[in-house]
């Protein structure tokens, strides 16, 4: 008997703290307004509806301009000069369906060790991008000299860039 009492005790007990939490005004488990959420950004892929991505060029920006097309995993040019002590841009057009940047090193050869810590002292690291698209690099002043740009995957693409 004690037990069937212990037990209808219990269930009066939780009755009436149940009808206690809702009369003032809930269990406190019920949701309260929902936090928002910051939505990643998307990447639409260009479609034939839509355009490829770009990079556009800085309307004010007066300096001088090289443009560079990558198809078929070449370089439109081999070699191009540029002013000292000058900013400069390049406008990187990828035709290909796969990822290049554009890198610039010092010196007239194309590196010996592409790993990350061979890569540390470039003078321009251009971010990876798929094709077909268009990105506008704003490279800073380089000294006098020669230098080497590159595409680090792809070995056949480099040429030299003559800063006078």
Known sequence: MNTVRSIGI????????????IACGGSGLEPGPTPAVATPATV??????????????????????????????????STFQVEAGKPFEVRFENQDPYNHAFYIVAGDAYPADLSDQGLLHVAFRGDYFAGPATMTHHVAALPAGIYTFLCPPHRPMEGTIIVR
Not at 10 to 21: K, N, Q, S
Not at 57 to 62: E, K, S
């Open 44 to 77: 639409v892929p260009p479609t034939a509806t839509t355009a490829p991505p770009t990079v556009a060029p800085d309307p004010t920006f007066a300096g001088q301009v090289v443009e560079i097309v990558a198809k078929d995993r070449v370089f439109s040019v």
């Open 10 to 21: 219990g269930l009066i007990a939780a009755f009436v703290l149940g009808a206690a939490l």
